[in-house]
């Protein structure tokens, strides 16, 4: 959107908000994932206070996060002073910080107490809220040599979120961004960016990219219907190995139905190769592939949930026989994988299920298998085409203080999980993994840590250490799902951590202050390393000081 066009739809709601009685807003649109409603609701399900199959199926419709903020009310009584100051909040009983002192110097804004404008009837609302980020940081190499050692890095991203509904069921959701941003290590293929997906990368390794995301949906009781562009993340883990948010946002279609104890959903994708055909990078449109995703959790009693997962990739075959979409996998209740082997078997399917139990208040354990393919014939032989992934992990809520929660997880990922015989149907949007966001053939360990001292102040922590065998001499040791599986470097003792061996440590903190809705003021830190065995270590440390508002932090992995 042209800075023309943004004023214009600013001034408009910014009329109709001053023109509207003031009313309590209920949440609307799309949750952002990691959003503080979001992280809220997880928090207090690790706690014991909340069971709900529906968050291992995000992002959260603004309507469904509202229905899981009102079953919290049966828990009141064991919820902190703070908590339930948050929960008040969160369900516009309550306004949030700075939103009353600024609405009284500027007549207008903030007239629910959380969104800047917003203008509401019994039967619609329209919110209308910055999307900014404004960071600036100096990177040092403390190890390894490079031709700048302390190069400056920003973010500058400035749009628009809109939201809303109109009774009895319509709402929607569009966010807006553009802007440019300066990484110390800048990884640039094929006219895409990791998590961005295309961007023009400017003098001096800047990204510079525009980013639309915009939902359509329709709600009932019992069924949700969603229509757009958007990240998805399904299972209990933040690195999930069944579908993570690490790509960038893609062309969705979502069936959804929550009853009794069962939270399923049905998502039809469109996603981007890395290639166009006949060129490698510029302005060409990418070759197009497809997914067909499904999702089902089950609350059972004793605080347990258990899930079962499927996906299928596919594109235009070789022989040039299917186009586009196949029909075959438009059935939102088939077993997909029955479907790709009625097809053939020419796709990329996967299976997976998941498990989590609460044995204590406080206490969350949790697991998820994906199996991309498996023979039990070939087990002990580390034969190539034994390629699963898993991640087990736990989840503390409240302890020792209340507003804290800590997470750890440890994930291993075999060779060539995700890849296929071709590039068009490895599990990966842009080059970016759908899947466990460390890549295949790896090990990980990751921990992240939030802590809600007070009602404005937040601070977190995420750290990552993993182990991979990249490829090397042209040899395909399974780490890159972008590379045919046809190239691999044998068929049997095909090891994980096989190939040069790259240990990586990641590792982010911040603290941040709200001043207003939305708008935090923070101080952060980044610091990675990659050790190679044949190439050596390369270190960086950058801090920097970050203006955000109406997004979440910008985790470079979660």
């Known amino acids: 959107m042209n800075g023309f066009l943004a004023h214009r739809a600013f001034a408009v709601v910014a009329v109709l908000s001053l023109a509207a009685a003031p009313a309590r807003a209920r949440q609307d649109g799309v949750l952002p994932i990691n959003d503080p409603i979001q992280l809220f609701l997880e928090r207090q399900q690790a706690a014991g206070r909340l069971h709900a199959p529906e968050l291992s199926q995000l992002p959260l419709s603004g309507a469904l996060a509202a229905a899981l903020l009102d079953?919290?009310?049966?828990?009141?009584?064991?919820?902190?002073?703070?908590?339930?100051?948050?929960?008040?909040?969160?369900?516009?009983?309550?306004?949030?910080?700075?939103?009353?002192?600024?609405?009284?110097?500027?007549?207008?804004?903030?007239?629910?107490?959380?969104?800047?404008?917003?203008?509401?009837?019994?039967?619609?609302?329209?919110?209308?809220?910055?999307?900014?980020?404004?960071?600036?940081?100096?990177?040092?190499?403390?190890?390894?040599?490079?031709?700048?050692?302390?190069?400056?890095?920003?973010?500058?991203?400035?749009?628009?979120?809109?939201?809303?509904?109109?009774?009895?069921?319509?709402?929607?959701?569009?966010?807006?961004?553009?802007?440019?941003?300066?990484?110390?290590?800048?990884?640039?293929?094929?006219?895409?960016?990791?998590?961005?997906?295309?961007?023009?990368?400017?003098?001096?390794?800047?990204?510079?990219?525009?980013?639309?995301?915009?939902?359509?949906?329709?709600?009932?009781?019992?069924?949700?219907?969603?229509?757009?562009?958007?990240?998805?993340?399904?299972?209990?883990?933040?690195?999930?190995?069944?579908?993570?948010?690490?790509?960038?946002?893609?062309?969705?279609?979502?069936?959804?139905?929550?009853?009794?104890?069962?939270?399923?959903?049905?998502?039809?994708?469109?996603?981007?190769?890395?290639?166009?055909?006949?060129?490698?990078?510029?302005?060409?449109?990418?070759?197009?592939?497809?997914g067909s995703l499904h999702r089902l959790d089950l609350a059972l009693p004793g605080r347990v949930q258990f899930g079962l997962f499927e996906s299928v990739v596919f594109a235009t075959d070789t022989m040039e026989v299917r186009e586009r979409f196949d029909w075959t996998y438009a059935n939102p209740l088939i077993f997909l994988r029955a479907a790709e082997r009625d097809r053939g078997s020419p796709d990329n399917a996967m299976l997976g299920s998941s498990l989590s139990w609460v044995p204590v208040a406080g206490l969350r354990l949790y697991g998820e298998l994906l199996l991309d393919e498996l023979s039990l014939g070939q087990v002990g032989k580390q034969w190539w085409g034994n390629k699963f992934a898993w991640v087990a992990g736990a989840h503390v809520a409240d302890l020792p203080v209340t507003g804290f929660q800590a997470r750890y997880e440890f994930s291993r990922v075999r060779p060539y999980t995700y890849a296929h015989e071709e590039e068009i149907d490895a599990f990966t949007h842009f080059g970016d993994p759908l899947g466990f966001p460390g890549g295949a053939n790896a090990i990980e360990h990751g921990i992240w840590i939030e802590w809600l001292p007070s009602e404005r102040i937040s601070t977190s922590l995420a750290a990552v250490l993993s182990r991979q065998g990249r490829d090397a001499g042209g040899v395909n040791y399974g780490a890159d799902p972008t590379r045919s599986y046809d190239q691999r470097a044998g068929s049997y003792d095909q090891a994980i951590l096989q190939g040069v061996l790259v240990k990586r440590t990641l590792l982010e903190g911040q603290i941040g202050y709200e001043a207003l809705p939305g708008l935090v003021l923070e101080g952060a830190i980044r610091v990675s390393s990659t050790a190679d065995e044949e190439t050596g270590t390369d270190r960086w440390v950058t801090p920097f000081v970050q203006l955000r508002w109406g997004l979440p932090f910008p985790w470079t992995r979660y």
Do not use: C
């Open 71 to 290: 079953s919290l009310e049966a828990s009141w009584g064991a919820l902190s002073a703070a908590d339930q100051r948050r929960l008040d909040r969160f369900r516009a009983r309550l306004d949030h910080p700075g939103a009353a002192a600024l609405g009284r110097l500027v007549p207008g804004v903030y007239r629910n107490g959380r969104d800047l404008v917003s203008a509401e009837t019994e039967e619609w609302a329209i919110r209308v809220n910055p999307i900014a980020i404004a960071a600036w940081g100096q990177g040092v190499r403390t190890s390894g040599r490079g031709a700048d050692d302390t190069p400056s890095v920003m973010q500058n991203r400035r749009g628009l979120r809109v939201s809303g509904h109109v009774d009895p069921g319509l709402f929607f959701e569009a966010r807006f961004t553009e802007g440019q941003e300066r990484v110390v290590e800048p990884a640039f293929r094929n006219g895409s960016a990791p998590r961005y997906g295309m961007v023009t990368l400017e003098k001096g390794g800047t990204y510079d990219a525009f980013q639309a995301m915009g939902v359509l949906g329709f709600r009932t009781r019992y069924l949700e219907v969603r229509a757009g562009r958007d990240h998805a993340r399904w299972g209990p883990a933040m690195s999930s190995v069944s579908l993570s948010n690490y790509a960038a946002p893609y062309d969705q279609v979502q069936l959804r139905a929550r009853f009794w104890r069962l939270s399923y959903t049905s998502l039809f994708a469109g996603f981007s190769s890395t290639k166009a055909p006949g060129a490698g990078a510029g302005d060409q449109v990418r070759r197009r592939k497809y």
